[in-house]
């Protein structure tokens, strides 16, 4: 993992942990407050702030962010008197959907900025058909402003997450993108040889894997774009992007085979 790797990068356990202390200094601040003032939605409240408050600070990823804003408000709910008892079943069910895919491939949620959808849409051909594929599709946005922009192109993301993939195929209905398709599937079970241009932003534990997987899938001249991690191939090209995370766009060519001689 190179320097800037380590900067940009949370792990899925170290995010894990992070968290940990998150809630331990909401929940803190919450008893804290609660000896001075009983008042439970002031405590909750509090609990809520301080804990995505240091997650801010901590600068932990988006994904994240929300956990730690929505625990405390489950954690209220699972109180005796609380009135919704179907509630935090319910909640904690979601942020398993949410989460369990995150720490079991150690690839978390990173959403691409809109600097990055204009850096790969400038490697997309305008005038003929192709095949493009994000592994990792989130909540589908890239897909639906590259679908929009390329109409000739044909664009499939692809999610584990089960929250992530239902928000996208709603994504996908409400924009009308009839050349986006979204699939519930592992970036592994993928074949990648349908595809022109393959785009990434996946995490420093895997790209050794994927890059190996590209190339045995790939046909040669063929794009792999990946955001911020670096892979073992050579890079053609490389975007500096000033969004919040001052992200990277690597722009990778599929290597021609070399004739046995």
């Known amino acids: 993992m190179t320097k800037a790797d380590s900067i940009r990068f949370y792990s899925p356990l170290r995010s894990l942990l992070s968290s940990v202390i998150c809630q331990g200094l909401g929940l803190s601040s919450a008893v804290l407050i609660w000896q001075l003032y009983p008042l439970p939605a002031l405590a909750g409240c509090l609990y809520t702030v301080v804990a995505v408050s ?111 993939f239902l928000l996208s195929k709603c994504r996908k209905l409400i924009s009308a993108s009839d050349n986006v398709t979204i699939e519930f599937k592992s970036i592994w079970a993928e074949d990648l040889n349908d595809f022109d241009i393959v785009y990434a932003f996946l995490s420093p534990l895997v790209m050794k894997k994927i890059w190996k997987k590209a190339e045995l899938e790939m046909e040669p001249e063929k794009l792999f774009i990946s955001n911020s991690f670096e892979t073992p191939g050579k890079v053609e090209k490389v975007y500096q992007l000033e969004d919040d995370k001052k992200c990277t766009v690597l722009i990778y060519r599929m290597p021609k085979v070399t004739p046995a001689p």
């Open 54 to 164: 240091v997650a801010l600070f901590l600068r932990l990823p988006t994904i994240w962010l929300i956990f730690n804003g929505i625990l405390p408000i489950t954690l209220w709910f699972l109180q005796p008197e609380g009135s919704y008892p179907w509630l935090p079943p319910l909640v904690l069910l979601c942020l398993l959907a949410l989460f369990l895919p995150t720490l079991l491939s150690g690839v978390p949620y990173y959403p691409s900025s809109k600097q990055a959808y204009q850096v790969v849409l400038r490697h997309l051909p305008e005038n003929q058909p192709f095949r493009f594929i994000d592994l990792g599709c989130g909540f589908a946005g890239m897909l639906v402003y590259l679908a929009r922009n390329r109409p000739l192109g044909q664009f499939v993301g692809i999610e584990i997450s089960p929250v992530a």
